[in-house]
């Protein structure tokens, strides 16, 4: 699917599992995220993990089930990809491949998923500056990619209350800036579920063309960020509230 196709439904709206653990689990997300608004579906299939004692993710097992349940509920798909061998694979099964915020500063691997010529989901370093964040971004461009969706999902600052610092007001300073839409992720930004739809409220208030959130039918029994999950009615609840804001700025949704 063509980049322009992706996006032309606003807000943009990413929503799934943290990471693919079942094709039943993300079915279950799929169908009630789309129903609720949802724009592009999302499942990490190859996971950064800060312990390399968690889980990791399903790897190629896990994009075809993103494939499969993509076509099944009629959503475009994204997952990251955290190594350069696996960017052919991922770029067969994903339509947009995602870039974290571990690998903002992966030149390497950001050059390589730019010349698939898929739409790029480039996250905000952990600590990233705008102007790293800006400059990095090139390398994408600089392959003749100009589909980009940025995203910020919070930096690392002294607070410790929350995961992350999620820092809104570097989306209208960044849309000054660049000609891509740029999206919010409250779910990493915060790591909290009862702050996500809060601050997804937020984010699109101060300007984001979208979100990205985590969601998953039992949070409870998640095997990656089911803290920062949310619940399906949530994100139901998440949507109306958040159509509600972006028709109030702009006149109508489109989802
Ligand atoms: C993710 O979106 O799955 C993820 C790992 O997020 P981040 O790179 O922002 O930590
Ligand atoms: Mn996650």
Redesign the pocket.
């Known amino acids: 699917m063509d980049f322009k196709t992706i996006i032309k439904n606003k807000p943009i709206i990413i929503a799934g599992n ?1 990471a693919i653990e079942s094709e039943e689990i993300l079915y279950k997300t799929a169908i009630s995220v789309k129903k609720s608004g949802a724009t592009i579906l999302r499942g ?1 299939a190859f996971k ?1 993990r800060t312990n390399p004692n968690n889980f990791q993710g399903l790897g190629l097992p896990a994009l075809k089930m993103l494939y499969e349940v993509g076509k099944e509920v009629s959503l475009p798909t994204v997952t ?1 990809v955290i190594d350069t061998r696996d960017v052919d694979i991922v770029a067969t099964y994903a339509d947009i491949l ?1 870039i ?3 690998n903002m500063y992966n030149y390497i691997l950001i050059k390589e998923a730019a010349k698939t010529g898929k739409p790029i989901l480039f ?1 905000r370093g952990l600590s990233a500056t705008l102007n790293e964040w800006k400059l990095i971004s090139n390398y994408i461009i600089n392959e003749g990619n100009n589909n980009i969706i940025f995203c910020e ?1 919070g930096i690392r600052t002294y607070e410790t209350a929350t995961r992350n610092t999620l820092d809104l007001s570097i989306v209208p300073l960044l849309k000054q800036q660049v000609n891509f839409p740029v999206i919010v ?1 409250p779910s ?1 930004g915060t790591g909290n579920a009862s702050l996500v739809i809060p601050m997804a409220q937020a984010g699109i208030a101060c300007g984001a063309d979208g979100l ?1 959130i985590e969601v998953h039918c039992k949070p409870e029994i998640a095997l990656c960020d089911g803290d920062q999950s949310l619940k399906l009615n949530e994100f139901e609840l998440l949507m109306k509230n958040v159509k509600k804001i972006y028709k109030s700025l702009y006149g109508s949704v489109e989802i």
């Open positions: 943290c990490g950064p990251e995602q974290g915020s571990r996250k999902r992720d990493h990205m």
